[in-house]
Protein backbone atom coordinates (compact mmCIF):
# COMPACT_ATOMS: atom_id res chain seq x y z
CA UNK A 1 0.00 0.00 0.00
CA UNK A 2 1.50 3.61 -0.65
CA UNK A 3 -0.31 6.31 1.38
CA UNK A 4 0.65 9.98 0.26
CA UNK A 5 -0.69 12.32 3.32
CA UNK A 6 -0.81 16.39 2.18
CA UNK A 7 -0.34 18.87 5.15
CA UNK A 8 -1.28 22.26 4.97
CA UNK A 9 1.40 24.96 5.34
CA UNK A 10 1.10 26.51 8.85
CA UNK A 11 1.84 30.76 8.94
CA UNK A 12 4.70 32.38 9.72
CA UNK A 13 3.21 33.52 13.34
CA UNK A 14 3.28 30.02 15.21
CA UNK A 15 6.59 29.33 14.18
CA UNK A 16 8.23 32.72 14.66
CA UNK A 17 6.30 32.04 18.39
CA UNK A 18 7.87 28.37 19.19
CA UNK A 19 11.25 29.96 18.02
CA UNK A 20 10.83 33.05 21.11
CA UNK A 21 10.45 29.71 23.63
CA UNK A 22 13.55 27.65 21.99
CA UNK A 23 15.48 31.45 22.53
CA UNK A 24 15.35 31.65 25.90
CA UNK A 25 18.85 32.28 27.45
CA UNK A 26 20.67 29.39 29.16
CA UNK A 27 20.90 31.68 32.35
CA UNK A 28 16.78 30.52 32.83
CA UNK A 29 17.69 27.30 33.51
CA UNK A 30 17.70 26.24 37.21
CA UNK A 31 17.74 23.91 39.89
CA UNK A 32 14.35 22.76 40.76
CA UNK A 33 12.51 20.64 43.77
CA UNK A 34 9.31 18.91 43.41
CA UNK A 35 7.11 18.33 46.28
CA UNK A 36 4.25 16.17 45.78
CA UNK A 37 2.65 13.51 47.10
CA UNK A 38 0.99 12.30 44.33
CA UNK A 39 3.30 10.73 41.91
CA UNK A 40 2.03 11.57 38.94
CA UNK A 41 1.81 14.96 39.57
CA UNK A 42 5.21 14.61 40.51
CA UNK A 43 6.79 12.92 37.79
CA UNK A 44 4.65 14.98 34.84
CA UNK A 45 6.00 18.11 36.49
CA UNK A 46 9.77 16.73 36.62
CA UNK A 47 9.67 15.39 33.05
CA UNK A 48 8.71 19.01 31.76
CA UNK A 49 10.95 21.08 33.32
CA UNK A 50 13.50 18.32 32.63
CA UNK A 51 12.77 18.72 28.58
CA UNK A 52 12.94 22.18 29.02
CA UNK A 53 16.98 22.02 30.50
CA UNK A 54 16.38 21.96 34.40
CA UNK A 55 17.80 20.23 37.15
CA UNK A 56 15.01 18.94 38.95
CA UNK A 57 15.16 16.69 41.59
CA UNK A 58 11.57 15.04 43.30
CA UNK A 59 10.15 14.76 46.78
CA UNK A 60 6.95 12.83 48.56
CA UNK A 61 6.90 14.47 51.91
CA UNK A 62 8.29 17.28 53.77
CA UNK A 63 10.62 15.89 55.62
CA UNK A 64 12.58 14.49 52.71
CA UNK A 65 12.15 17.50 51.00
CA UNK A 66 14.00 19.33 53.60
CA UNK A 67 16.79 16.82 53.75
CA UNK A 68 17.16 17.21 50.01
CA UNK A 69 16.88 20.91 50.01
CA UNK A 70 20.37 20.80 52.03
CA UNK A 71 21.97 19.06 49.79
CA UNK A 72 20.66 20.28 46.23
CA UNK A 73 20.43 23.92 46.87
CA UNK A 74 17.11 24.59 44.86
CA UNK A 75 16.37 27.81 43.27
CA UNK A 76 13.16 26.95 42.88
CA UNK A 77 10.77 25.07 44.85
CA UNK A 78 7.13 23.75 43.92
CA UNK A 79 5.74 22.48 46.95
CA UNK A 80 2.32 21.12 47.24
CA UNK A 81 0.20 22.24 50.50
CA UNK A 82 -1.59 18.75 51.28
CA UNK A 83 1.25 16.38 52.48
CA UNK A 84 1.01 13.80 55.06
CA UNK A 85 3.18 14.55 58.20
CA UNK A 86 4.42 17.74 57.55
CA UNK A 87 2.83 20.14 55.17
CA UNK A 88 3.91 22.37 53.02
CA UNK A 89 3.26 25.58 55.13
CA UNK A 90 5.35 24.32 57.79
CA UNK A 91 8.24 22.60 54.97
CA UNK A 92 7.86 26.51 53.62
CA UNK A 93 8.69 28.13 56.83
CA UNK A 94 11.56 25.51 57.48
CA UNK A 95 13.26 26.05 54.53
CA UNK A 96 13.28 29.90 55.02
CA UNK A 97 14.79 29.33 58.17
CA UNK A 98 17.89 27.81 57.19
CA UNK A 99 18.10 29.60 53.90
CA UNK A 100 21.82 30.76 54.10
CA UNK A 101 22.31 34.38 54.19
CA UNK A 102 22.14 36.01 50.73
CA UNK A 103 21.06 32.86 49.16
CA UNK A 104 17.49 33.31 46.83
CA UNK A 105 15.06 30.50 47.26
CA UNK A 106 11.51 30.58 45.18
CA UNK A 107 9.15 29.13 46.41
CA UNK A 108 5.62 28.33 44.87
CA UNK A 109 3.11 26.71 46.46
CA UNK A 110 1.30 24.25 43.85
CA UNK A 111 -1.76 23.02 45.50
CA UNK A 112 -5.48 22.19 45.20
CA UNK A 113 -6.18 25.33 47.44
CA UNK A 114 -7.38 28.16 45.80
CA UNK A 115 -9.74 29.83 48.41
CA UNK A 116 -8.05 33.17 50.18
CA UNK A 117 -7.35 32.17 53.36
CA UNK A 118 -5.16 29.46 51.88
CA UNK A 119 -3.15 32.23 49.73
CA UNK A 120 -2.99 34.68 52.88
CA UNK A 121 -1.80 31.08 54.92
CA UNK A 122 0.99 30.58 52.04
CA UNK A 123 2.07 34.18 52.30
CA UNK A 124 2.68 33.93 55.78
CA UNK A 125 4.23 30.36 55.78
CA UNK A 126 6.82 32.40 53.19
CA UNK A 127 6.05 31.29 49.84
CA UNK A 128 6.54 33.97 46.88
CA UNK A 129 3.49 32.60 44.79
CA UNK A 130 0.11 30.28 45.36
CA UNK A 131 -0.91 28.51 42.17
CA UNK A 132 -3.98 26.17 41.99
CA UNK A 133 -3.27 22.73 40.53
CA UNK A 134 -3.58 21.94 37.75
CA UNK A 135 -0.99 24.33 36.91
CA UNK A 136 -1.01 25.31 33.07
CA UNK A 137 2.91 23.93 31.67
CA UNK A 138 3.10 27.83 30.41
CA UNK A 139 2.83 29.20 33.55
CA UNK A 140 5.70 26.84 35.02
CA UNK A 141 7.95 27.60 32.11
CA UNK A 142 7.36 31.83 32.16
CA UNK A 143 8.06 31.50 36.25
CA UNK A 144 11.48 29.95 35.69
CA UNK A 145 12.29 32.51 32.96
CA UNK A 146 11.38 35.03 35.51
CA UNK A 147 13.62 33.16 38.20
CA UNK A 148 16.68 32.86 35.55
CA UNK A 149 16.30 36.68 34.42
CA UNK A 150 16.81 38.29 38.05
CA UNK A 151 19.42 35.69 38.78
CA UNK A 152 21.30 36.83 35.63
CA UNK A 153 20.38 40.73 36.19
CA UNK A 154 22.05 40.21 39.93
CA UNK A 155 25.13 38.59 39.04
CA UNK A 156 26.02 40.51 36.25
Known amino acids: STFTLCLP ?3 DTPAADSGSVDARP ?3 RCRVLVVDDDPAVADSMSVLLQIDGHDVRTAATGEAALQLAHSFRPQLVL ?3 GLQGVDGYE ?6 AQQAAGERISLVAVTGYGHEAARARSEEA ?3 RHLVKPVRPETLL ?3 AE ?3 AQTGRSG
Open 9 to 11: LLP
Open 26 to 28: AAA
Open 79 to 81: LDI
Open 91 to 96: VARRLR
Open 126 to 128: GFD
Open 142 to 144: ELL
Open 147 to 149: IGS
